[in-house]
């Protein structure tokens, strides 16, 4: 167990709990739910409101195995193809299986999906590497604002204690190393202010993704890999940070454009868009036998590699034959978003390129969401629980969220553990926070070094300048020079720069090309090398000690507390 913590004041106040959820997306709200429901006392600790993480921006919506010939073994084929050869089968299995009533007990909590006119069935629809269509959405292309609205009214309704406004700091561990809760900052002006704990037993971390590593993402402002940090401080294991996702078609707002850019969901090409270039060719065609419907990192990487050739730094979709009906009714969210930013895609082709999207990686959990820190939990797209490999298949996240939810709230509710010793508070840290404007350096190092394109040499110019960043504030600190105060924004550049640093070690060690991880010096899959995970946890000086495991296997967290 390593002894960094983020620089904070000590806690100055305290609640109890059974469970504490970090996170309200599809992950947190959906295991918030299972563990009230089986009786636990839960308190939600989100960091802005409610709706602001990544759920609320999906588009295309849920894939379950749920149409009239589709089988969950279809379903656990077109993933294990996407994954690259690096997926857990089992857990695959799990989430293909468990996946359909997952969405069912989604429906009953609330959520409505699109639906048929003639008949009330579920709509279906295709999206890139699924070979069937098997996407539930809802809203036309608003499934996440849909779900996020159907779990806030039910959490709300339950009465589960929210706490919103508030930033999960550090995991408190007992004298024994095991989970005791977390230390937060509430921002606002209420009875809980400023830094405190909430103690627990449990804490399910679902924080989310870290798209906000990258100067372009798709990725709400919260997305800054606290989870992932957070769990590397805490001693914990993540797996497979290298395999981030690249959105092949993203709204492209101009060379300058920073943050958060919209998506153009890929149900967009499922419908019979086509990815063209400046001249008007298709050039996918050709290249996979689903041509615009390939999977996210061979259409990622056919854009790229097109955009070179031609010089520019964008492609075309061209969907204009949808008409402004099916427009208007099917993707009213990005006929929307393309018009306030001055596009008409019904009578132009839209812009696009690539920028991050998803992390394929996270905090390494068995198949109940357990880490390998006893009591502590990751769900969503904070953990890697092996079901996405070297590369996520389309719309399978949010499932993900779902199945394991359950999973993780049946394992608090059924486990017998016991109550933690009082926390150890952590002594006072002597690591330095990174101020608000090394946020925007580490993003465009990462963009430049360890983006779509990575090689040895811009994975290397990358790590050293994570390094100056980080070195710099160290040696203000060893001079007593005036250093970052602990705030909102020096929390989250400091885990932005821990996360950065971990993602180029892993990416620099693995020397080939492997679903979204693309080695321009590595070309080739190189499954005798490197069919398998890589394992990362922080040597106690802060550094990452990266390791390979032997196989792709994933196999399941054994510590006294975690053998089943
Ligand atoms: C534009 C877009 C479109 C997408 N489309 C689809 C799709 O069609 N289908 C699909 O399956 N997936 C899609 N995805 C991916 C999917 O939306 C996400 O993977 C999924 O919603 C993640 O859910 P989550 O609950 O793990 O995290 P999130 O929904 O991101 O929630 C994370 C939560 O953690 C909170 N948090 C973060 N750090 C802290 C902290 N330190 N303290 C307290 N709280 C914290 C955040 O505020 C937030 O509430 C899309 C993603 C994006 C961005």
Known sequence: MSDIRLLAPAPGWAIDA???????????????????????????????????????????????????????????????????????????????????????????????????????????????????????????????????????????????????????????????GRTAGVTLHVMGEGRRDGVGAVRAPAVVLATGGMGQVFSATTNPAVSTGDGVALALRAGAEVSDLEFVQFHPTVLWLGPQAEGQQPLVSEAVRGEGAHLVDADGV????????????????????????????????????????????????????????????????????????????YASGGVRTDLRGRTTVPGLYACGEVACTGVHGANRLASNSLLEGLVFAERIADDVLTRERPAPGAPVLPEPSRAPLLEHGARYEIQRVMTAGAGVLRSAESLAGAAAALERVHTRAVEDLARDEKTAEPCVETWEATNLSLVARVLVAAAARREETRGCHWREDHPERDDAAWARHLVVTLAPDGTPAVRTTPSTDFPPVETPEHSA
């Open 18 to 176: 059974d469970v504490v959820v970090v996170g309200s997306g599809v992950a947190g709200l959906t295991t918030a739910l299972r563990c009230a429901a089986g009786g636990a006392r839960v308190t939600v600790v989100t960091k802005a409101r409610l709706d602001d993480g990544s759920t609320r921006w999906a588009q295309g919506g849920i894939a379950a195995a749920l149409g009239d010939g589709d089988t969950p073994a279809q379903h656990l084929d077109d993933t294990l193809v996407a994954g690259a050869g690096v997926c857990d089968e089992g857990a695959v299995r799990l989430l293909v299986t468990e996946g359909p009533d997952a969405v069912r007990r989604l429906i009953a909590s609330g959520a409505r999906f699109d639906t048929s006119e003639s008949d009330g069935e579920i709509l279906l629809t295709r999206e890139g590497g699924h070979h069937r269509s098997r996407i539930v959405h809802a809203g036309g292309d608003a499934t996440g604002a849909e779900v996020s609205r159907a779990l806030v009214e039910a959490v709300r309704t339950a009465g589960i204690e929210t706490v919103e406004n508030a930033l999960v700091l550090d995991l408190l561990t007992d004298a024994d």
């Open 282 to 357: 298709r050039f996918m065609l050709g290249q996979h036998e689903l041509a615009e419907l390939a999977p996210r990192d061979i259409v990622a990487k056919a854009i790229t590699r097109r955009m070179q050739e031609h010089g520019t730094d964008h492609m075309y979709l061209d969907a204009r034959h949808f008409g402004a009906e099916m427009w208007a009714r099917r993707f009213p969210t990005i006929l929307a978003a393309c018009r306030a930013n001055g596009i008409d895609p019904v009578t132009e082709p839209i812009p696009v390129a690539p920028a991050a999207h």
